[in-house]
């Protein structure tokens, strides 16, 4: 009896999963994922977007103790103010109305603009205004919101006001984009929130607030049709309504700045004749109390060096005592020879053996490099004040102390060690303390091959030694040196490193109050030293993590700083009760444990499962926090919870997925060759069937089993293999993990892969007959070289290989413009040697040698603007293998990058990829790209994808 309930159940689960579907290509577009998420300061009401991957997004705003939701179509960029009382978003237009207006091949003025909206969260009413480009409300004050219009020039002019949703224009631009420069400025509304009141200021062209929300600064630009128009620099103070115009007349004026009390502006500003190509920027300062803007900083200050001047291009911040002034100089750029007549003048790039930089990399960065500024100081409040010059051309990089209240910068230079990149990938540097009242600098550090950071209170200085594995502290105040580290038994580099290069740190997680201990990782557990050195160290997670194999990380919860606050500035009270994220290594699972800093005790675990948590975001004035978490079997949701004891769901993203044949991932493990213990992830289809073979799809790049939770949504992907589409319409799916031994990088591939598919092939629902592969890049790679080994593979599809290791070894990554002998020698590829140190490494490991041992149909997609891999290198394998008569075939994706960029490109390949793997894994009918091919005459007007009766 037990029997037959057994057999009908089976009956009665089977044909239910035989009513579903598999995926198809149609369901990419409308496929939901969570977007920016946060909380109210009070912590009443969450936000959160839920995106399509082509289509209309959701904003979302749900009252926490009511349980009602606004529902925000097409809602993007949200923020609260800070009285929990209001929230602002854009609103994009209907993305068939993007479609349309790129059809018609529509200039940027003519696009259909974003719109905004304003949340009353007491009233719950909203309210639009049309063609808004930007909105700001203040960090702290609130009552206010500012926002600014785009142009009306161009298009048919709508008057900002409340409407109905489908009478609003939209913006194809986000929230905040800048404008053009020089460009005449537009209306700048400063909304009363409570009274409902606005004030319209026109021409403006930057805008600010101070940090309380009591006085707003813009610029304004004039107008060359109304000669009446106001221009220069204005203070609104938003409680009294009145204005102060701070310089007047026209000017490029912008990089607004207030100090910590809001009783003080800084900005940066010139009034040039318009003609003039090179600007003269100076900084201007205000202090509330004083009527309009001196210029505290020009063209001849005392201490600005000889042909220097103030950079445009440059923020300036206070510090956070109001005391200091930074901001940006730099070399007075050349004008251009007006007389030089363009077509007579030779353009060359001259390359040579003693610059820096190689040419593709000072072209890639010319546009960055032009705007570089160093950086500066000034003391406001010096009777007799002065440029302090803290960096310059030999010492460009420095970064701000205690935010800014300290007495130096810590600043870094490679000056003179820039030429090893190209074969290292990276330099090493000095560091220098740069004394900010006279620019007098120190070295405390010299040739480090790591990096360095000083503590939030300006206290010490925190190094990383790659060299050594050694972290160290740099004592202002005594000016010693300690190694942290010393003695201990427990590595803080990475243990597992497989490149033949100096490992990384697990990094630094955090510091305690007034500098007096600094968190720092191991691989699984969090470690306290004292920088002092007078304490011995201690391992606050008590060994927990090694011990279960469990990798704790400390757990920043405060909400994403639109005001770019520095974070590193940021740290722990000494007895504080952190978050911990915790990933179980053996598992997979993930979860959160609590701590307190200050105690040697096992973390108390609060959540651990079998499903991928996104960081914790808290409520800044309460005990509550937002998150999603999703697997592979259940589509990522917005959670809150106060202790995770009790959660509330508050989405339910892709309902639809329960009408498609999903899938289960689980870990499966194996012995290699070399006795190697080895795992990765089996994907298998819902409707599995242990009693039938299967087809099964090799993917791999490196390692990809911590990935067990993640969700795969079915997506036309840049050129991975699109996972859940291909599970879900019947293959199972492998993706083994591999580690690399120097100088053999292709047998490492052939000894981790090749095992972990025997291993499966030793199971009766696995087709050992019909089994594909498919990398892209680094994976692209493997796929050529494992097809060289033997004929286990039925198909093998390579994105973006590298064919030949000889003729790589010294092109260009033209996306970075480095050269790519310092991945080869240091870095993935992981020869560790040079071409002719060692060419029988390279030859072993290129592919294109052993072509006339490979039987394996294979598809090899190249794109002529890859600005990683070389393109000719899928040239190499394509002409190679086709000289010897095997299947292969090459898509060149015109224009486009390594990675697929254009949404149309990442579906045509999903096609394609679907239809070759269809036929040699499942004897499906061929495509006629495969069969006949796609002739020159006949592209852009044929795809070939009808199936044929034919054989390719």
Known sequence: MHKKLTLLLLVVVNFAYAQKKPLDHSVYDTWESVGAKQLSNNGQWAMYSILQQEGDANLFISNLKTNTKLTIPRGTNADFSSDSKFAAFGIRAFNKDIRQAKIKKKKPDEMPKDSLGIANLTTNTITKVARVKSFKFPEEGS????????????????????????????????????????????????????????????????????????????????????????????????????????????????????????????????????????????????????????????????????????????????????????????????????TIVDFEVAKVDVWNYKDDYLQPMQLKNADKESKRSYLSVIDVYSS???????????????????????????????????????????????????????????????????????????????????????????????????????????????????VPDLPSAYGLATWTEEDKAVLINDRYDIWSFSPDGKSQPKNITNGFGRDNKITFRYEKTEQPNRFERNSADKFVKANELIWLNGFNNVTKENGFYRKNVGTIKNPDLVIMSKAKYSNLVKAKDADLYIYDKGSYVES??????????????????????????????????????????????????????????????????????????????????????????????????????????TGHPGQSAVEYINSGVESLKKNSWVDGSKIGIQGQSWGGYQVAYLITQNNMYAAAWAGAPVANMTSAYGGIRWESGMNRQFQYEKTQSRIGATLWEKPELYIENSPLFMFPKVNTPVVVMANDADGAVPWYQGIEMFTGLRRLGKPVWMLNYNGEAHNLVQRQNRKDIQIREQQFFDYYLKGAKAPAWMTSGIPATEKGKTWGFELTDNKP
């Open 384 to 498: 007799d004040p002065k440029v302090i010059a803290l960096t310059d051309l030999t010492l460009p990089e420095a970064t701000i102390v205690h935010d800014g209240n300290a007495d130096f910068v810590l600043a870094s230079t490679d000056f003179g060690r820039r030429i090893e990149t190209q074969w290292s990938g990276s330099t090493s540097k000095d560091y220098y303390l740069v004394d900010t009242k006279n620019g007098q600098r120190k070295k405390i550090i010299e040739n480090l091959n790591g990096y360095a950071t000083a503590s939030p209170g300006g206290n010490y200085i925190l190094s990383f030694d790659r060299k050594t594995g050694n972290w160290s502290s740099y004592s202002i105040a005594t000016g010693k040196s300690i190694v942290l580290n010393s003695g201990l038994n427990v590595k803080f580099v990475d243990e597992e490193n497989d």
């Open 636 to 741: 990522p949701n917005v959670y809150v919870t106060s202790d995770f004891k009790t959660e509330s769901k508050l989405t339910n993203t892709n309902p639809q997925q329960q009408n498609y044949n999903w899938g289960t991932a689980e870990l499966v493990k194996w012995t290699t060759p070399k006795g190697h213990q080895a795992e990765g992830i089996l994907y298998k289809p819902e409707n599995f069937d242990p009693n039938k073979k299967h087809p099964m799809i090799a993917y791999f790049y490196e390692k990809l089993s911590d990935g067990l939770y993640g969700y795969q949504a079915p997506a036309p992907t840049p050129s991975r293999l699109n996972i859940s589409f291909f599970v879900s319409n019947g293959y199972l799916v492998f993706a083994p993990d591999i580690s690399y031994e």
């Open 143 to 338: 009552g206010f919101l500012a926002y600014q219009l785009e142009k009306l020039d161009t298009a048919k002019k709508v008057t900002p006001a409340t409407k109905k949703d489908s009478d609003i224009d939209f913006a194809d631009d986000e929230p905040g984009a800048a404008g053009k420069k020089n460009e005449e400025g537009t209306d700048l509304i400063v909304k009363n929130l409570l009274t409902g009141v606005d004030k319209t200021y026109k021409f403006v062209t930057d805008y600010a607030f101070s940090k309380d929300g009591k006085q707003l600064i813009f610029a304004c630009s004039g107008s060359k049709k109304d000669k009446t128009a106001p221009q220069g620099v204005f203070l609104l103070s938003t409680e009294k309504g009145t204005l102060k115009t701070l310089v007047k007349g026209k000017g490029n004026f912008k990089n607004f700045a207030f100090d910590e009390e809001s009783e003080h502006v800084a900005f940066v500003g010139e009034q040039s004749p318009e003609k003039q190509e090179i600007k003269n920027f100076n900084v201007y300062y205000n202090s509330l109390t004083l009527d309009t803007a001196q210029t505290i900083v020009d063209y001849d200050m005392p201490g600005l060096p000889a042909k220097w001047s103030v950079s445009g291009d440059a923020n300036v911040k206070f510090s956070k005592d109001g005391k200091k002034l930074f901001f940006g100089i730099a070399p007075v750029k050349k004008a251009k020879d007006t």
